[in-house]
């Protein structure tokens, strides 16, 4: 998005320029920043096409429609002469991992339990590119996550840290907890020294992988990655991925949880960054009654609403399906007529769960008997067929 800073009367360039913009940064909450050239990253057009030609995107479709652009930031666009990346931190304030155990409850990723970072910081980066156009004199370019721009090569390129084993960047300063930004300049600058890697031999976020998703380390599969099965798929979500997912129902943070780099990290700096509390272990019980209008009540103004209410509850209703509580079992034979054929599909694997055959061939008699949608009934076949054991 182009951004406009008011007419300069005065204009300032080289470290000058710089200064000014790095002291404006950290006033408005970002905890590092640095500035690279358009063409510092020569392989990435080669590594994004790897990736999409092996179809690791999965359904995001929108990763390939551009993908000239994203891999190039000078054919985005060709006034770029600069690269200024910005990172804001988002330390949970507990380990994400502890959760993983209170199986009654919901996982949600660290970065969903707060305000929409888009929101956050499109407004920071708007008014830190609008002074930074002010104070060049030279037009910016805006971009947080959807705009095709590969933040984290970028960032690495810029020196604020590198990217790890698990493909997100860290730093030794910062951890991996940050989310970042970028804005293209038309302002030429003198770039800092690209991030070097201290990954050494760990391999710790490759190792507890849940479901894995790393073919090699520095690369991601993300058709295997509960963070894009929870959040961007959307149909039913593959058999072989349903027990792993636990109680995770709207991202995953284990690859991010295990760095051994976070004990640096610091506390978000803005307040509109903090964790909501009623989103850090929410009771499955309760969101497995949430409607349309109570979806959207709850989660408004947070990441979760991305994925809408029939995507959500089906991740609360496998997340119910691994819990082996029997309260919460009953919760999934609610679903078993929802008018959401996703919904109704899961609530028949999670009831599956729990039921020996006759209860469920009882309940397919009363609700699978006239099902018309070919994946439910898939559904109801499996559940039918399952040995009790699994
Ligand atoms: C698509 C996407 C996803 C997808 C795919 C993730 C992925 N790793 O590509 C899914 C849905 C799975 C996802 C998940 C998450 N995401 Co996401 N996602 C994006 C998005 C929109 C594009 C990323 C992209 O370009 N992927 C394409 C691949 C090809 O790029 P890549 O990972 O950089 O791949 C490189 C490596 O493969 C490397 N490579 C290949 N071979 C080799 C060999 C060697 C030796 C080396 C060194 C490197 C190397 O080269 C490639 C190009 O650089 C960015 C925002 C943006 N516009 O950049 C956010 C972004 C990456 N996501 C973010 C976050 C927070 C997450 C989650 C933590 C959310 C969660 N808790 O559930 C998880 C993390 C999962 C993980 N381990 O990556 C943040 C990460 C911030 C950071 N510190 O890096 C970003 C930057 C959003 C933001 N604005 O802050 N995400
Ligand atoms: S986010 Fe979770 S599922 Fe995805 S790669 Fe990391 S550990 Fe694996
Ligand atoms: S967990 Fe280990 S291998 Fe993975 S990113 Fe952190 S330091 Fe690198």
Same mark, same amino acid.
């Given at each position: 998005?182009?951004?406009?800073?008011?007419?300069?009367?005065?204009?300032?360039?080289?470290?000058?320029?710089?200064?000014?913009?790095?002291?404006?940064?950290?006033?408005?909450?970002?905890?590092a920043l640095g500035l690279t050239t358009p063409d510092a990253v020569p392989l990435l057009p080669?590594r994004l096409?790897?990736?999409?030609?092996?179809?690791?995107?999965?359904?995001?479709?929108?990763?390939?429609?551009?993908?000239?652009?994203r891999a190039d930031p000078a054919?985005?666009?060709?006034?770029v002469a600069s690269v200024w990346v910005l990172a804001?931190?988002?330390?949970?304030?507990?380990?994400?991992?502890?959760?993983?155990?209170?199986?009654?409850?919901?996982?949600?990723?660290?970065?969903?339990?707060?305000?929409?970072?888009?929101?956050?910081?499109?407004?920071?980066?708007?008014?830190?590119?609008?002074?930074?156009?002010?104070?060049?004199?030279?037009?910016?370019?805006?971009?947080?996550?959807?705009?095709?721009v590969m933040e984290k090569p970028l960032a690495e390129a810029a020196g604020l840290g590198w990217q790890?084993?698990?493909?997100?960047l860290l730093s030794?300063?910062?951890?991996?907890?940050?989310?970042l930004g970028a804005i293209y300049?038309?302002?030429?600058m003198e770039p800092d020294a690209p991030g070097r890697g201290?990954?050494?031999?760990?391999?710790?976020?490759?190792?507890?992988?849940?479901?894995?998703?790393?073919?090699?380390?520095?690369?991601?599969?993300?058709?295997?990655?509960?963070?894009?099965?929870?959040?961007?798929?959307?149909?039913?979500?593959?058999?072989?991925?349903?027990?792993?997912?636990?109680?995770?129902?709207?991202?995953?943070?284990?690859?991010?949880?295990?760095?051994?780099?976070?004990?640096?990290?610091?506390?978000?700096?803005?307040?509109?960054?903090? *964790?909501? #509390?009623? /989103? %850090?272990? =929410?009771?499955?019980?309760?969101?497995?009654?949430?409607?349309? $209008? +109570?979806? !959207?009540?709850?989660?408004?103004?947070?990441?979760?609403?991305?994925?809408?209410?029939?995507?959500?509850?089906?991740?609360?209703?496998?997340?119910?399906?691994?819990?082996?509580?029997?309260?919460?079992?009953?919760? *999934?034979? #609610?679903? /078993? %007529?929802? =008018?959401?054929?996703?919904?109704?599909?899961?609530?028949?694997? $999670? +009831?599956? !769960?729990?039921?020996?055959?006759?209860?469920?061939?009882?309940?397919?008699?009363?609700?699978?008997?006239?099902?018309?949608?070919?994946?439910?009934?898939?559904?109801?076949?499996?559940?039918?067929?399952?040995?009790?054991?699994?």
């Open positions: 998005m182009s951004v406009q800073g008011p007419t300069p009367k005065r204009t300032f360039a080289g470290a000058d320029l710089r200064r000014l913009v790095e002291a404006r940064a950290r006033a408005l909450g970002f905890c080669e096409a790897a990736w999409l030609a092996q179809g690791a995107q999965g359904e995001m479709g929108w990763m390939a429609e551009r993908a000239d652009q054919t985005l666009w060709p006034e804001m931190s988002y330390r949970p304030e507990s380990d994400p991992l502890d959760l993983l155990a209170r199986r009654d409850r919901g996982a949600i990723a660290a970065y969903a339990q707060r305000r929409d970072y888009h929101e956050v910081l499109k407004g920071k980066l708007k008014e830190l590119g609008g002074y930074l156009s002010a104070k060049s004199g030279r037009p910016v370019k805006v971009f947080v996550d959807t705009a095709p790890g084993k698990h493909t997100v030794r300063e910062h951890g991996n907890w940050l989310l300049s038309a302002a030429a201290h990954c050494g031999s760990c391999r710790a976020c490759l190792d507890v992988c849940p479901t894995d998703a790393f073919p090699a380390p520095y690369r991601l599969d993300a058709r295997r990655c509960l963070s894009y099965l929870t959040i961007e798929h959307a149909g039913p979500i593959p058999e072989e991925f349903r027990r792993p997912m636990g109680n995770r129902i709207f991202g995953c943070d284990d690859c991010l949880a295990v760095c051994p780099w976070n004990k640096f990290a610091h506390a978000a700096a803005d307040a509109r960054m903090s *964790a909501r #509390d009623d /989103l %850090a272990a =929410p009771p499955l019980a309760e969101l497995a009654g949430l409607d349309d $209008a +109570a979806f !959207r009540a709850r989660f408004a103004g947070t990441p979760v609403k991305r994925t809408g209410r029939d995507r959500f509850l089906r991740n609360v209703l496998i997340a119910i399906g691994n819990a082996g509580d029997p309260a919460l079992g009953a919760a *999934a034979l #609610d679903h /078993l %007529a929802d =008018p959401s054929p996703l919904v109704r599909g899961m609530a028949v694997w $999670a +009831a599956a !769960r729990y039921l020996d055959g006759s209860a469920l061939a009882a309940l397919h008699a009363r609700h699978g008997a006239g099902e018309a949608d070919p994946h439910v009934r898939a559904e109801w076949r499996a559940a039918l067929a399952r040995d009790p054991e699994t």
